[in-house]
C-alpha cells in the first residue's frame, strides 16, 4: 500500500514533459493550418495557458503546470476545429 502511495505521489510530482510537448505541438498544428486568421482568439488562450504552464514549471509547480499544458492543448484543439470549421463552410460556399 505504501509503495503504491509512493508510486502515485511521484507520479504527480514529476515534471509534465509529455504534457508540455503536447501542448506545444498542438499549438504548432493550429498555427500551421491557419489558426491565426481564423481561430485567433483561441489561438491566443492556448498560448496564454501554454506560457503560465512554462512559468510553473520554472518554479516546479508541476501539477499546475500539468493542468495549463492540457488546457493549452484543448484550447489549440479547438482553435484548429474552428479552421477545420471554416474550410469546411468555406468549401460549401464555393461548390454552391
Known sequence: ?????V???ACQTAPPVQE?????????VAKEAGAEQHAAEQLKIAEEYLEKAEQR?????YSQARRDA???KQ???EALASVEEFEADSAEGADE
Do not use: P
Request: proline share 0%.
Open 20 to 28: 508540455m510537448s503536447d501542448a506545444r505541438m498542438a499549438i504548432a
Open 7 to 9: 508510486f502515485l505521489a
Open 70 to 72: 492540457l488546457q493549452a
Open 75 to 77: 484550447s489549440a484543439m
Open 1 to 5: 500500500m505504501l509503495a503504491l502511495f
Open 57 to 61: 514549471l520554472s518554479v516546479k509547480a
